[in-house]
């Protein structure tokens, strides 16, 4: 194998409602509203023998799939872990759901593109 590092990644999305429950009162946060996500986990290293490929993508894209199901058309709010349910703690949430599974998981980067904001982690 070579010495040569990739990163590979795979996209999912999730529709989902939140409110930030520690803002000011009259800010729109705080009011229950809902957003189109989509989540990109990035997994790097090094090839692996036999099969010449840092991680298996079809495996990744099942957990990271499985994961935001857990998400879709839910509360935010409700799932431990996100009772603040900023793009922080989404990335946050994911990272420790995939981490066992991908010990090369190097980045998740979790996004609202419908208003242009997104976030991501390093690990």
């Not at 990744?60 to 199901?69: E, F, H, N, P, W």
Request: with cysteine.
């Amino acid at each position: 194998m070579t010495s040569h590092i990739f990163e590979i990644t795979k996209v999912a999305t999730f529709d989902a409602a939140h409110y930030l429950p520690h803002g000011p009162a009259d800010s729109p946060y705080t009011r229950l509203h809902g957003h189109s996500f989509q989540v990109e986990a990035t997994v790097g290293g090094a090839p692996q023998a036999p099969m010449g490929w840092v991680a298996d993508l079809a495996e990744l894209d099942s957990a990271l799939r499985a994961v935001a199901l857990e998400l879709d058309h839910g509360l935010l709010n409700e799932k431990a872990g996100l009772e603040s349910p900023t793009l922080e703690n989404i990335c946050l949430y994911f990272a420790e759901r995939l981490k066992a599974g991908f010990p090369g998981l190097t980045r998740i980067k979790v996004s609202r593109p419908t208003i242009g904001e997104s976030c991501a982690l390093s690990l």
